[in-house]
């Protein structure tokens, strides 16, 4: 019992857990990210099933709301900004709320595709405006680990919602996919609540003369720095489309591996990232040594890449299922080790724009979620070998950018302000 003791108190120092504001991000993360885990699982089934719209129309109205997510992300940002991070981050919890317990009402198509617009803008905003928060909560030597911890219990919650939706899909029962619907707007009310009790430290404003404009950094899109990482984020995302759309099908239409490798593969790769990530932060917590992990996470999936390539070319199922598995091991350490890069995102972005600077980041990802399905999917299961060895290629570059044209600077960068 002392050990275990011993072990625990260990553990809550280091991921941060005797700090009130630690406790309140990770429930707050866990009951949006749950919530999110039961909709991700049964949204396409209950439009297609239950509402009766088309496949093809449930995809375009997404992917209108990601355009708008696209279009209107940094301003969200600058908003925040400008009035309250924290409130703004709230706000958009209660339209999660709200829209996504209409989506009960949306029986026309116009509607859901009004509702998917907003909530997919709210949706896409939520995470960029939750780090501007940690970033003025938490100091730069602490950033790192909580960001891996806020990563590894959002793998965990969605998992589990996963899990819960499995209920819905085998019954088919429409009673049942609303009751998931329900529960993951009724989530977001949740995370508003306990976002709302975090202390925020106030920001350090320099005084100015009466009557003068406040001053602002420059706009992310003339930073160079800044809008260097933030493209070669998005390319390096295109691991996440591999991940979550080609492999279902590369590896049951394109190898030779097993039915059963598929669902073995994915869950060894979200118990390896919620495992890894939370040390793998810490050691690449500086400024230098988060893009000595953009750079290892570029080489790390473009290794994963060439195993992928190779095990559609295998023809014994249990050795593809083998190449697979070293696929997987390399392409979560990648994810890893590009999550633990973010913190370039928090260092390059003046602390008085947090919001407007990682909304503008965050349309990285937005991008990769936009036009990622479209250029990778289809095209790589027609090319297969060539397409896999340039997309390997292309993160491997995306990776390696920011160390090549920052490593410098880092030698003489002065610590950033807590």
């Known amino acids: 019992m002392v050990a275990e003791a011993t072990l625990w108190s260990r553990l809550r120092d280091v991921i941060l857990l005797d700090r009130r504001e630690t406790r309140l991000f990770l429930a707050s993360v866990t009951a949006d990210s749950f ?22 129309r449930v995809g375009l109205a997404i992917s209108l709301g990601s355009l708008c997510a696209f279009l209107l992300g940094p301003g969200i940002g600058t908003l925040a900004d400008r009035w309250d991070t924290k409130r703004c981050l709230m706000v958009l919890f209660l339209v999660r709320a709200v829209g996504y317990a209409l989506y009960l009402q949306a ?63 085998i019954t088919g029962s429409p009673a049942l996919y609303m009751v998931g619907i329900g529960i993951n707007a009724v989530s977001f009310i949740v995370s508003a609540a306990l976002v709302a009790r975090i202390q925020v430290p106030p920001i350090e404003r320099v005084p100015r003369p009466a009557g003068s404009a406040p001053a602002r950094g420059p706009a992310p899109l003339r930073d160079g720095r800044y809008l260097m990482i933030t493209v070669v984020s998005g390319v390096a995302l295109t691991h996440n489309t591999v991940l979550s759309l080609v492999l279902p099908l590369w590896i049951t239409q394109q190898t030779r591996s097993p039915a059963w490798g598929l669902t073995a593969l994915l869950a060894l790769n979200g118990v390896l990232a919620m495992a890894a990530q939370i040390p793998v932060n810490r050691r690449f917590a500086t400024f230098a040594a988060a893009l000595r992990a953009s750079a290892l996470g570029g080489a790390a999936v473009g290794v994963a890449c060439v195993a992928y390539a190779i095990s559609g070319t295998v023809s014994y199922g249990w050795l593809a299922l083998a190449v697979l598995a070293v696929a997987m091991l390399a392409h979560t350490a990648g994810e890893c080790l590009f999550t633990a890069s973010t913190p370039l995102s928090f260092e390059l972005a003046p602390r008085q724009s947090l919001g407007r600077y990682l909304s503008f980041y965050n349309l990285g990802r937005v991008g990769q979620d936009l036009i990622g399905p479209v250029l990778v999917v289809a095209p790589l299961l027609r090319y297969r070998t060539p397409l896999w060895l340039l997309i390997g290629a292309l993160v491997l570059v995306a990776g390696l950018i920011p160390w090549l044209v920052l490593r410098h600077h880092a030698l003489t960068r002065e610590p950033a302000p807590l």
């Open 35 to 56: 919530g999110t885990g039961i909709f991700t699982a049964t949204s396409v089934l209950f439009f297609t099933q239950v509402r009766g719209f088309e496949v093809s």
């Open 107 to 169: 029986e026309r198509y116009w509607v859901f595709v009004a509702l998917a617009c907003l909530v997919t803008t709210a949706d896409r905003a939520s995470p960029a405006l939750n780090q501007a928060l940690i970033g003025r909560v938490f100091s730069s030597t602490d950033r790192a680990t909580i960001l891996g911890t806020i990563f590894s219990a959002r793998n965990g919650a969605i998992v589990l919602g996963s899990l819960a939706a499995t209920v819905p899909v």
